[in-house]
T-cell receptor
């Protein structure tokens, strides 16, 4: 149980286009989902916290108009990278916190999405 | 360990030996500290966590030690196996901030057969 999926697993797009990444909790409900970005050989950096039915909370330095987050249901959050540029190329990872869960072991990570912007 | 630019600290260990991975954290208000394992091209996998009011916790083949005096966390892996080869990250959980995780720099573990 407690599986989080991401779609697509990888995507290549042209500069200036927008890309949507989906994060789904497959067998549990998640009131909170988190989006991270990871550059090669670096750590995960939290971009934003997404709560079902409300606006996402963005970390300092993350442009909310560029990285649009929607959390429309208890099992789905989406991240849209708008007008993508090569510097947005990265590994994007989501995590989902089990509804009612307490403790870090109730936060489950997706497999990540590799975005390459040409 | 801490990541420095594009270089991850690497720990090479012989199969069967014990591994010790270290991490320094920054926020004394964190309520949990966690170790994750990340294999190439995959998301992080939870290994073990420890509450801030504890100093040691053991799991299957893993032990986490917490020293709040010097803000230091370590992960010990007993009898390291080839499948343990991965990048290991420590993370701090801030429950008061909506359970946000702050990840430390990673350490790559290479297990030599």
């Amino acid at each position: 149980g407690a599986v989080v999926s991401q779609h697509p697993s990888w995507v290549i797009c042209k500069s200036g286009t927008s890309v949507k990444i989906e994060c789904r909790s497959l067998d549990f409900q998640a009131t909170t989902m988190f989006w991270y970005r990871q550059f090669p050989k670096q750590s995960l950096m939290l971009m934003a916290t997404s709560n079902e039915g409300s606006k996402a909370t963005y970390e300092q330095g993350v442009e909310k108009d560029k990285f649009l987050i929607n959390h429309a249901s208890l099992t789905l959050s989406t991240l849209t990278v708008t007008s993508a540029h090569p510097e947005d190329s990265s590994f994007y990872i989501c995590s989902a916190r089990l509804r009612g869960g307490v403790g870090p072991d109730t936060q489950y990570f997706g497999p990540g999405t590799r975005l390459t912007v040409l | 360990g801490e990541s420095v630019g594009l270089h991850l600290p690497t720990l090479s260990v012989q199969e069967g030996d014990n591994s010790i991975i270290n991490c320094a954290y920054s926020n004394s208000a964190s309520d949990y500290f966690i170790w994750y394992k990340q294999e190439s091209g995959k998301g992080p996998q939870f290994i073990i966590d420890i509450r801030s009011n504890m100093d040691k916790r053991q799991g299957q083949r893993v032990t986490v030690l917490l020293n709040k005096t010097v803000k230091h966390l370590s992960l010990q892996i007993a009898a390291t196996q080839p499948g343990d080869s991965a990048v290991y990250f420590c993370a701090e959980n801030q429950g008061a901030a909506g359970n946000k995780l702050t990840f430390g720099g990673g350490t790559r573990v290479l297990v030599k057969p």
